[in-house]
């Protein structure tokens, strides 16, 4: 793939990662503030609605998909993790982890596509599609309220500063990176549009705009065409990379999945 | 199965009116949009929901282009006595739905 060797030569090269000055890494924000805040009230009423809240449709969903019976012989999700309630409480703090079979990072929906496909012996579910988005939203909403706490030394750590020079990088025809929108100008408004600081700390996230549910990739793949850049695949390296480095930016924002944006 | 979710008071006072609500999962495609080829995405709407309260006709609602993906549809209802509201949405491309949910007036 094109796209993976190229941003393979904007990354710095793993030798320059040693300690440094800039290790333990500093936030750059004097203070996150969730993308709830740079809502307008009526979106936020929306969200906080414990019935209205279209994302809690997925919710549901992924709840009745946790309990049904698996097509093969194998257990349900239930029948290993009992009430998802109760056994994936945290669970979503911790990703995206590092995997040795996977040789990298794995985030939360690759990791239930895994239980999938080696303990119940099911086809894939696609990335994108209706009942990941609907399992991954239920067990994320079960870390509801609960801080990131994500880990980025050890052998997360080379991923970790390649997400956070993937976060300083300028690219595509508007020549912009993420910190030129999400740091430098967060609050300010964009035409129509006001910038957040681009936190990750709802996802799967309810948009507006999409009239349904969508992952963080989706709203990466979202970012990246809107500067005009090449997006990367859902669930690419490149994207693990900066979850990881989103998500401890975040790490003092409480998980609002499924959150409601515009 | 269409996710559907439905809300109400546990316990009714008789002849007081109680607020339902009710979300439902559908596109709502208005078909005056296209898809990324440049195709019009044919036109699936919810037309009608209907709430019946053992049988009659409590609220309905027409539901056109104007309204939102995985509409979300509350209103009023008083009982006088307990009894079964049957919720119905009716839709193009055969799209039915029913949930049933007992009340209980005290």
Redesign the interface.
Known sequence: MTSVSLAGMLWPPLGVLGEGADWPPKRSLAQERSGFEFQSADTQALQLDD??N?G???V??GK?LWEKPSATDAPSCEGCHESAASSMAGAATRYPRHDAAAGGLINLTQRINRCRTEQQRQPELGYESYAMLALTALVAHQSKGLPFAVRIDGRNRPHFERGRAYFQQRRGQMNLACRHCHEQHAGRMMRGERLSQGHSNGYPTYR?EW??LGSLHRRLRFCNQAIRAEPFDYGSAEYLDLELFLAWRAADLPIETPAVRR | MTPTRIAMPDEIRAGQPFEVKTLITHPMETGRRPDPLGNPIPQNLITRFTCRLDGILAFEAALDTGVAANPYIAFLVSAERSGTLEFEWHGQHGFNVRETRAIRVV
């Open positions: 019935f209205a279209p809690l449709l997925w549901d969903r009745a507006l009239q349904g």
